[in-house]
């Protein structure tokens, strides 16, 4: 019907460039259409990742709580909750629901990528890369896990190594200034000037 056509529609047009122009009015869309049907577990899974999208980490987890406290046990909105808590910097928690999460389904590359941040943001780079490693395991066109791994062996010193993952994250996400910028400093570093 016509919910789905807009969820369709929404979908698509996070695939599309130019999306933050509309991204107002779809929130104000939704959010009437939550408050028709309050009940649409989708329309709180999409407003989610609009609100994740849009950088409104605290909003996109209380989307996923509610989801949460309606139906316990679906991995991938533990999994989003996870990482929606852990880029507010609320570690303990973040690591919490993605642990939660692997239990249901240790499949699941994103929950592994969220312990790996955790891990990195608390000073534990071993054991973040080993998470990271694991994402890639499940998932090996991760992009962020291929830019997580760069810059921690870039702060080991250990440039070659970092050099192909931040070629690999540019290859699966191209475009990214800060990216390049880090992969010139470590050619730079490994004496390669033409790189």
């Not at 698509?12 to 309050?38: I, S």
């Not at 810059?151 to 475009?175: C, N, T």
Request: hydrophobic letters at 40%.
């Amino acid at each position: 019907g016509l919910l789905e056509r807009k969820l369709a529609a929404l979908k698509e047009k996070w695939a599309a460039p130019g999306k933050f122009e509309t991204m107002r009015q779809d929130y104000d869309r939704y959010t009437a259409a939550l408050r028709r049907n309050p009940e649409d577990l989708d329309m709180h899974e999409i407003l989610a990742e609009l609100l994740s999208k849009s950088g409104d980490h605290g909003g996109a987890a209380g989307q996923y709580r509610a989801l949460i406290d309606r139906v316990p046990g679906i991995a991938r909105w533990h999994a989003g909750l996870a990482h929606e808590v852990a880029e507010a910097g609320r570690f303990p928690e973040a690591r919490s629901e993605a642990e939660y999460a692997l239990v249901l389904d240790p499949r699941m590359a994103a929950p592994h990528f969220t312990l790996g941040f955790v891990l990195e943001h608390s000073a534990q780079p071993a054991g973040a890369m080993a998470e990271y490693e694991a994402a890639l395991k499940i998932k090996p066109d991760y992009p962020e896990a291929h830019l997580r791994l760069g810059i921690i062996l870039s702060r080991q010193g250990r440039y070659r190594e970092a050099v192909d993952r931040y070629r690999e994250f540019l290859k699966l996400a191209p475009g990214s200034a800060e990216t390049e910028n880090n992969l010139g400093f470590s050619l730079a570093k490994l004496g390669d000037l033409q790189g």
